[in-house]
């Protein structure tokens, strides 16, 4: 099975959790972001990234689980950010 890499930045209280800004992934050719998603929540057990409150962002444009990654993509898991 032929593999990708793909690049996850962190921001916010999700930097603050995994102490890094940003990783590289190595995921299968035909990889969505949901499978992104498990192996991120997987490395960095600690953060929690339900999809209710996050925006998924890939290279600037805002994007779902079901989205395919492409080789190189840039992928942001964003933390809503509220008030009261």
């Known amino acids: 099975m032929r593999s990708m890499r793909v690049s996850v930045e962190f921001h916010g209280v999700h930097r603050a959790i995994t102490r890094v800004n940003k990783t590289r992934v190595s995921l299968s050719s035909n990889a969505r ?50 008030g009261g």
């Open 33 to 82: 972001v949901r499978d992104l998603l498990q192996h991120i929540q997987q490395t960095y057990p600690g953060l929690h990234l339900c999809q209710n409150d996050i925006m998924i962002s890939i290279n600037n444009r805002v994007s779902g689980l079901n989205h395919t990654l492409n080789p190189e993509d840039r992928i942001s898991f964003l933390p809503h950010i509220g």
